[in-house]
């Protein structure tokens, strides 16, 4: 694939981080055709390097230059595929555990892959997660369910054996949006958006590696407070009682 540029968030702000992207985008252009069809910027990176704040950056300031844009997260597929296998253990083995040997048969994998489909739900694109009893858009889950620990630590496990059906969920969701005149986001391990041919590719590092962890942990927290919360809520206390609740429900999940 074309080279990576790094980019290191250390002292950045997501704002920065993008219009460093965009000037490289468009020193890429220069010079370009000037075609009316979809292009794709890569993002690469370890959890809690600022991938998905960036994104949305990103989409904010494409929107306005009217460039259509959609983000595309190959870890979603993966958590997506790893919820499927963790809630298939709930309902099929004895001790409700993970258990991989069981879940992960090429079979299995063939009917987890068969419960997602892409395409567009409330006019906008988007992963249905159907089966098993879940009926979930990834849009709305990707910041709770699943960064959920049932997901999180079996996503190692699940990625080694399904790294080829994800490429593929991915390709085809990438050609569409591509094909729909879209600027397409493509978020991932670079194992697993190498086979897009673009010359926008970034990786995010964070020079001090302590703060990754508690960035992740902050983003958990936030997101589950913010479900017991509403848009409208002003009080203080209401907010610190919900970060206070949803601290010691992951506190308890790790116990």
Not at 60 to 69: R, V
Request: charged share 20%; aromatic share 4%.
């Amino acid at each position: 694939p074309e080279p990576y540029v790094t980019i290191d968030v250390l002292g950045k702000t997501p704002t920065q981080v993008a219009d460093i992207m965009l000037d490289h985008v468009a020193a890429s252009e220069t010079g370009s055709s000037g075609s009316s069809t979809g292009s794709v910027i890569v993002l690469c990176g370890l959890s809690g390097t600022g991938k998905g704040t960036t994104v949305e950056v990103l989409k904010q300031k494409l929107t306005a230059q009217e460039k259509s844009p959609v983000s595309w997260s190959n870890g979603n597929v993966f958590r997506s595929v790893t919820l499927l296998a963790a809630t298939w253990c709930e309902q099929n083995c004895e001790s409700g555990e993970f258990d991989k040997d069981k879940a992960l048969t090429p079979e299995n994998l063939q009917s987890f892959m068969n419960m997602l489909t892409f395409g567009k739900f409330n006019n906008k694109y988007d992963i249905h997660i159907n089966g098993l009893g879940l009926d979930l858009l990834v849009s709305q889950v990707q910041n709770t369910i699943l960064k959920s620990p049932k997901v999180s630590k079996n996503i190692p496990t699940v990625a080694q054996v399904t790294q080829g059906e994800v490429v593929m969920f991915a390709a085809k969701a990438v050609s569409t949006m591509g094909d729909d005149g879209l600027t397409v986001l493509l978020e991932g391990r670079e194992q697993t958006v190498n086979y897009v041919r673009t010359p926008n590719r970034f990786t995010l590092v964070l020079s001090d590696d302590t703060l990754i962890g508690k960035r992740r942990a902050a983003q958990r927290l936030m997101a589950a407070a913010m479900e017991s919360l509403t848009e409208a809520t002003t009080d203080n206390d209401a907010v610190v009682k919900a970060l206070e609740a949803s601290l010691d429900k992951m506190v308890n999940e790790i116990e």
